[in-house]
């Protein structure tokens, strides 16, 4: 199993849902982030006075899918969520050794 | 000519022929001895001293039929005691004269003809000469007299300029000024007296216990509310035969001295108790039980005293008291019948920081289906005091929640009850549509408030919006079309437009409120469903909303309202998402509309075309827009900019067309001239020299050298209101100045050093920043420093000494604030790098000097 975890444009979430979707991925988890990668936020002007704002807002999407599955996915969010500027986020895929059910405890192949 | 004998037995008619002054003193002669020989019985109380004071009046009428009229109306006031009718026989004889106009020699004829018979007669009269329009202002030197007006009592003279008196000293500020006054001087005559009502040789007119406990008790009762004795330690039936006791005591007092003599000795203990017909067979027996007598009374005196002060509600407004449990109506029954007072008592609440008593809300509840939405604003100022209502600040969400339990805001706005407790069930909302409202002015009301760090800066913006209570009036309608399961934002401006006909709101206030409520939920969409880091989306936004004080109100408005859709859904990322938006926008605003100038064809211009008046032709006004930036569309009304049409026509190098009109306490003059150095700096310098504050402005420049400014300023020196020919001389002095024939600075210098020498507030460490990447063609210039006179006509003095042009100038103020924005070039191009850092380092070291 992979967990793909994307840094991505907050307002390209419903695009790499729908996405996902389209692969039949319908778990997922969504969160409010903040961060910067290479570009390190910039420096915004208000009234003469400079404001640091180099924690951009960002959102994080994570999916856990089989290890056949990860290429796919990657390829469908880096799709949905490109607009070829800076600031378009990352995609990482990472190992899952195990994974549970809670409410059965069952584990899960 | 003077009136009187309007229906009061105390008038008499002037043309009356009197007795005749011989009779005058017979008269006072005959009411003396009379007084006297009840005061031998022992008799000297209530009734005497209200037999006696009738007698003085009839003898006061007919001194003053026989002196005559003045040349202006004028009143005779019994004040104090006498006012009372509680006049003793030694007593002073208090008089207010009360002129209905200017006190000349025929009026100064007058007072000696009335006063010097009353001297003659070897009566004390102690007499204050006032004209009316003294009451315009509170006197706040002498308490003891104010105190002494609240018994005012007309005897002579002209009934309605008594009545005039009346409305203009009756006011709550003076009600409030005069108890504060009555409970300090209470204080400081009980301290005198060791605090204490038990005295073996009792004063008793100034004693715990005595006399003025017992008139400042009623005192009280009168300025708070007059139903408070009703519910005192004391039946006020005891009370009153205390005052008649106290007053017999004293009558036996001043009958044996002679004088004004108060204090009951040990020797005059002895014949008073003879006088009032203790029994007894020794006279230390008929001492004790008359002492033993005047302490019960004393003590009901004093007790209903300490009382009345513990439970008397302050005055905070006509027929409305502050207490322990909150604002209440004073007088129930007459609140009920006026639904238009009801809105003070809220207001009175939130001034106060108080709460709305439990009965208030429940007389409010029980009577408030007899009314309809207009009934509670019937005139303007009315209209004003409820929209004045809704600014934001600690107190109003509770004090609106109040209205709504009661259910007077669903009587005032009828929209808002249709949503009352409606339930719209999605994933998000926690909350009945109507709380949901409501939660959205508190969470206002919190920012207002804030000191957490992450939001100061939303405080910040809305202490930089003119007219939050607007943005409230747009939360508290936001939602009212909820009530229909369809797009709501667009019944809810519906139905909003009826609430501001109802308001009668006009214009840009009108406006505003509509199209926040209409555009309620666009910023939430642009700032966290779209790419705010295309400056293509914020370019698209900043046309949209079109002004900062638009943006400023609906970024706070997105804020509040997705805060109280749950305690989850507004998240600090969201914030910044927001704040981001906000900040571009702005900037966008402000620092890129000279790049965006009208065209032919510009989306707008056709209506503005259509609508013209059929002096303008459609040519003339094409002209006039083309070079200028698309925001002056958004800036100005139609029928303002047919004005500047206007102004602009056949305007030759040196000429200056101006415009100047007044909206209440804001003057706006529009001046149309053609371009020239130092042109910016001269006007500001103009206005300045005047002593106006420019609050706000737009400088535009189009290519053909046609010059547009338009400022807003307050006059607080009244200098257009108080001179005639102003006008023409702010148009001569700009005309001179314009065109070098006079130079400016000559004019400031007198009040630039009297501003210098007077303005020590706050100041703010100036900002200056200049920047050539936020538009295509200026250098933008952003400062925000202490706003100071003149201030406006420094910076561009500066500018304007470094060669550079001033293109474009907004103008903004907040408070102690200037905020502005210039659009500069030099020789038609941006600044360099070394031009822009001489050209800050140079105004940094003016804002720092001033």
Request: hydrophobic letters at 40%; one cysteine or more.
């Given at each position: 199993?992979?967990?793909?975890?994307?840094?991505?444009?907050?307002?390209?979430?419903?695009?790499?849902?729908?996405?996902?979707?389209?692969?039949?991925?319908?778990?997922?988890?969504?969160?409010?982030?903040?961060?910067?990668?290479?570009?390190?936020?910039?420096?915004?002007?208000?009234?003469?006075?400079?404001?640091?704002?180099?924690?951009?807002?960002?959102?994080?999407?994570?999916?856990?899918?089989?290890?056949?599955?990860?290429?796919?996915?990657?390829?469908?969010?880096?799709?949905?969520?490109?607009?070829?500027?800076?600031?378009?986020?990352?995609?990482?895929?990472?190992?899952?050794?195990?994974?549970?059910?809670?409410?059965?405890?069952?584990?899960?192949? | 000519?003077?009136?009187?004998?309007?229906?009061?037995?105390?008038?008499?008619?002037?043309?009356?022929?009197?007795?005749?002054?011989?009779?005058?003193?017979?008269?006072?002669?005959?009411?003396?001895?009379?007084?006297?020989?009840?005061?031998?019985?022992?008799?000297?109380?209530?009734?005497?001293?209200?037999?006696?004071?009738?007698?003085?009046?009839?003898?006061?009428?007919?001194?003053?039929?026989?002196?005559?009229?003045?040349?202006?109306?004028?009143?005779v006031l019994a004040l104090g005691g006498y006012g009372r009718?509680?006049l003793?026989?030694?007593s002073d004889i208090d008089l207010l004269i009360l002129?209905?106009?200017?006190?000349?020699?025929?009026?100064?004829?007058?007072?000696?003809?009335?006063?010097?018979?009353?001297?003659?007669?070897?009566?004390?009269v102690g007499h204050q000469?006032r004209?009316?329009?003294?009451?315009?202002?509170?006197?706040?030197?002498?308490?003891e007299f104010l105190l002494a007006l609240l018994d005012a009592r007309p005897v002579?003279?002209?009934?309605?300029?008594?009545?005039?008196f009346?409305?203009?000293?009756?006011?709550?500020?003076?009600?409030?000024?005069?108890?504060?006054?009555?409970?300090?001087?209470?204080?400081?005559?009980?301290?005198?007296?060791?605090?204490?009502?038990?005295?073996?040789?009792?004063?008793?007119?100034?004693?715990?216990?005595?006399?003025?406990?017992?008139?400042?008790?009623?005192?009280?009762?009168?300025?708070?509310?007059?139903?408070?004795?009703?519910?005192?330690?004391?039946?006020?039936?005891?009370?009153?035969?205390?005052?008649?006791?106290?007053?017999?005591?004293?009558?036996?007092?001043?009958?044996?001295?002679?004088?004004?003599?108060?204090?009951?000795?040990?020797?005059?203990?002895?014949?008073?108790?003879?006088?009032?017909?203790?029994?007894?067979?020794?006279?230390?027996?008929?001492?004790?039980?008359?002492?033993?007598?005047?302490?019960?009374?004393?003590?009901?005196?004093?007790?209903?005293?300490?009382?009345?002060?513990?439970?008397?509600?302050?005055?905070?407004?006509?027929?409305?008291?502050?207490?322990?449990?909150?604002?209440?109506?004073?007088?129930?029954?007459?609140?009920?019948?006026?639904?238009?007072?009801?809105?003070?008592?809220?207001?009175?609440?939130?001034?106060?920081?108080?709460?709305?008593?439990?009965?208030?809300?429940?007389?409010?509840?029980?009577?408030?289906?007899?009314?309809?939405?207009?009934?509670?604003?019937?005139?303007?100022?009315?209209?004003?005091?409820?929209?004045?209502?809704?600014?934001?600040?600690?107190?109003?969400?509770?004090?609106?929640?109040?209205?709504?339990?009661?259910?007077?805001?669903?009587?005032?706005?009828?929209?808002?009850?249709?949503?009352?407790?409606?339930?719209?069930?999605?994933?998000?909302?926690?909350?009945?549509?109507?709380?949901?409202?409501?939660?959205?002015?508190?969470?206002?009301?919190?920012?207002?408030?804030?000191?957490?760090?992450?939001?100061?800066?939303?405080?910040?913006?809305?202490?930089?919006?003119?007219?939050?209570?607007?943005?409230?009036?747009?939360?508290?309608?936001?939602?009212?079309?909820?009530?229909?399961?369809?797009?709501?934002?667009?019944?809810?401006?519906?139905?909003?437009?009826?609430?501001?006909?109802?308001?009668?709101?006009?214009?840009?206030?009108?406006?505003?409120?509509?199209?926040?409520?209409?555009?309620?939920?666009?910023?939430?969409?642009?700032?966290?469903?779209?790419?705010?880091?295309?400056?293509?989306?914020?370019?698209?936004?900043?046309?949209?909303?079109?002004?900062?004080?638009?943006?400023?109100?609906?970024?706070?408005?997105?804020?509040?309202?997705?805060?109280?859709?749950?305690?989850?859904?507004?998240?600090?990322?969201?914030?910044?998402?927001?704040?981001?938006?906000?900040?571009?926008?702005?900037?966008?605003?402000?620092?890129?509309?000279?790049?965006?100038?009208?065209?032919?064809?510009?989306?707008?211009?056709?209506?503005?075309?259509?609508?013209?008046?059929?002096?303008?032709?459609?040519?003339?006004?094409?002209?006039?827009?083309?070079?200028?930036?698309?925001?002056?569309?958004?800036?100005?009304?139609?029928?303002?900019?047919?004005?500047?049409?206007?102004?602009?026509?056949?305007?030759?190098?040196?000429?200056?067309?101006?415009?100047?009109?007044?909206?209440?306490?804001?003057?706006?003059?529009?001046?149309?001239?053609?371009?020239?150095?130092?042109?910016?700096?001269?006007?500001?310098?103009?206005?300045?020299?005047?002593?106006?504050?420019?609050?706000?402005?737009?400088?535009?420049?189009?290519?053909?050298?046609?010059?547009?400014?338009?400022?807003?300023?307050?006059?607080?020196?009244?200098?257009?209101?108080?001179?005639?020919?102003?006008?023409?001389?702010?148009?001569?002095?700009?005309?001179?100045?314009?065109?070098?024939?006079?130079?400016?600075?000559?004019?400031?210098?007198?009040?630039?050093?009297?501003?210098?020498?007077?303005?020590?507030?706050?100041?703010?460490?100036?900002?200056?920043?200049?920047?050539?990447?936020?538009?295509?063609?200026?250098?933008?210039?952003?400062?925000?420093?202490?706003?100071?006179?003149?201030?406006?006509?420094?910076?561009?003095?500066?500018?304007?000494?470094?060669?550079?042009?001033?293109?474009?100038?907004?103008?903004?103020?907040?408070?102690?604030?200037?905020?502005?924005?210039?659009?500069?070039?030099?020789?038609?191009?941006?600044?360099?790098?070394?031009?822009?850092?001489?050209?800050?380092?140079?105004?940094?070291?003016?804002?720092?000097?001033?």
């Amino acid at each position: 199993m992979k967990m793909i975890k994307c840094i991505i444009r907050p307002n390209k979430v419903d695009e790499v849902k729908d996405a996902l979707a389209k692969l039949n991925i319908a778990g997922m988890t969504v969160t409010e982030v903040r961060g910067h990668g290479k570009q390190k936020g910039h420096t915004a002007i208000y009234r003469g006075k400079e404001y640091n704002v180099s924690l951009l807002p960002k959102m994080e999407v994570e999916v856990v899918v089989a290890d056949n599955m990860a290429e796919d996915v990657v390829k469908a969010v880096v799709q949905a969520a490109r607009t070829g500027e800076i600031g378009d986020g990352r995609v990482f895929v990472l190992p899952v050794l195990e994974s549970y059910r809670i409410r059965t405890g069952e584990k899960e192949s | 000519m003077l009136e009187a004998g309007i229906g009061d037995h105390y008038w008499m008619s002037l043309t009356q022929p009197g007795p005749g002054a011989s009779t005058l003193v017979a008269a006072f002669e005959s009411a003396r001895s009379e007084l006297e020989a009840e005061a031998l019985r022992g008799a000297g109380g209530r009734a005497a001293l209200e037999r006696y004071s009738d007698r003085i009046d009839a003898m006061l009428r007919q001194l003053f039929v026989e002196v005559g009229s003045p040349d202006v109306h004028v009143a005779v006031l019994a004040l104090g005691g006498y006012g009372r009718r509680h006049l003793c026989l030694q007593s002073d004889i208090d008089l207010l004269i009360l002129f209905g106009g200017h006190i000349g020699p025929t009026e100064e004829r007058f007072l000696r003809a009335f006063l010097n018979p009353l001297w003659d007669l070897g009566v004390v009269v102690g007499h204050q000469v006032r004209e009316l329009d003294d009451f315009t202002r509170l006197e706040t030197d002498n308490p003891e007299f104010l105190l002494a007006l609240l018994d005012a009592r007309p005897v002579a003279g002209t009934r309605h300029l008594f009545d005039r008196f009346g409305t203009l000293f009756h006011t709550a500020p003076t009600h409030g000024y005069i108890l504060k006054s009555l409970l300090r001087l209470i204080d400081q005559r009980h301290s005198a007296f060791n605090g204490t009502l038990y005295q073996l040789e009792p004063d008793v007119k100034e004693a715990p216990g005595a006399l003025r406990d017992l008139m400042a008790t009623r005192t009280i009762a009168m300025l708070t509310d007059p139903l408070l004795l009703r519910r005192g330690p004391a039946d006020p039936a005891r009370v009153d035969q205390a005052e008649d006791f106290l007053l017999r005591v004293r009558s036996t007092l001043h009958l044996d001295a002679g004088r004004n003599q108060n204090v009951l000795s040990h020797d005059m203990q002895e014949r008073t108790a003879d006088l009032l017909g203790y029994p007894g067979a020794e006279p230390r027996q008929r001492v004790e039980r008359l002492m033993s007598d005047y302490f019960r009374h004393a003590r009901v005196v004093s007790r209903s005293l300490a009382w009345a002060r513990k439970t008397a509600p302050l005055p905070v407004g006509p027929n409305l008291g502050l207490s322990r449990d909150g604002v209440r109506f004073l007088d129930p029954i007459q609140a009920a019948r006026n639904p238009a007072s009801w809105i003070a008592a809220f207001q009175a609440a939130i001034d106060g920081g108080a709460d709305i008593a439990e009965e208030t809300l429940s007389c409010v509840q029980q009577h408030v289906d007899r009314y309809r939405a207009d009934d509670f604003f019937p005139d303007a100022a009315d209209r004003e005091a409820l929209v004045a209502l809704l600014k934001p600040r600690e107190g109003l969400y509770a004090r609106l929640t109040e209205m709504h339990d009661c259910g007077l805001l669903g009587r005032l706005f009828p929209e808002f009850q249709a949503i009352s407790w409606r339930v719209v069930r999605d994933f998000y909302h926690k909350y009945t549509v109507d709380e949901h409202t409501l939660l959205t002015i508190r969470n206002l009301e919190r920012i207002a408030h804030t000191d957490e760090p992450y939001r100061l800066r939303f405080r910040n913006i809305l202490a930089s919006v003119s007219e939050p209570e607007l943005l409230v009036l747009a939360l508290l309608l936001h939602d009212v079309g909820k009530w229909r399961d369809d797009d709501h934002a667009l019944e809810s401006v519906r139905m909003a437009k009826d609430v501001v006909d109802r308001l009668q709101l006009v214009g840009d206030a009108r406006e505003t409120v509509l199209f926040l409520i209409e555009h309620h939920l666009r910023m939430s969409l642009a700032a966290f469903r779209r790419d705010t880091e295309d400056p293509e989306i914020v370019k698209e936004f900043a046309a949209f909303i079109g002004t900062e004080e638009r943006l400023k109100m609906l970024c706070l408005m997105t804020l509040v309202d997705v805060e109280a859709v749950s305690p989850e859904t507004l998240t600090p990322w969201k914030e910044e998402l927001l704040w981001r938006l906000y900040v571009d926008t702005y900037n966008h605003l402000t620092q890129r509309y000279g790049d965006e100038l009208i065209e032919r064809n510009q989306a707008g211009l056709d209506g503005l075309l259509k609508q013209r008046p059929d002096d303008l032709s459609a040519v003339e006004i094409t002209r006039f827009l083309e070079g200028f930036p698309q925001r002056y569309l958004q800036l100005f009304a139609p029928e303002a900019i047919y004005r500047h049409v206007r102004l602009a026509r056949n305007i030759h190098p040196d000429e200056v067309h101006l415009s100047l009109e007044r909206n209440e306490s804001v003057w706006t003059l529009a001046v149309a001239t053609l371009d020239k150095p130092f042109l910016f700096s001269n006007i500001c310098g103009v206005l300045s020299s005047f002593g106006m504050d420019i609050i706000r402005g737009h400088a535009l420049t189009n290519p053909n050298g046609l010059v547009l400014d338009v400022f807003q300023f307050t006059d607080n020196e009244r200098f257009l209101e108080l001179n005639p020919d102003a006008h023409d001389q702010v148009l001569h002095v700009l005309e001179d100045v314009v065109s070098g024939r006079a130079d400016v600075t000559d004019l400031l210098r007198g009040r630039e050093q009297g501003v210098l020498q007077s303005r020590i507030a706050l100041r703010l460490t100036p900002v200056v920043r200049a920047d050539n990447e936020a538009s295509g063609r200026y250098t933008i210039l952003d400062i925000v420093a202490t706003n100071a006179l003149g201030l406006l006509h420094r910076i561009s003095r500066v500018i304007s000494r470094h060669g550079c042009d001033v293109d474009l100038v907004l103008i903004a103020t907040e408070g102690e604030k200037a905020i502005d924005v210039f659009h500069i070039t030099k020789g038609g191009s941006k600044l360099t790098e070394a031009e822009q850092q001489a050209l800050t380092s140079d105004l940094l070291r003016t804002l720092e000097g001033l």
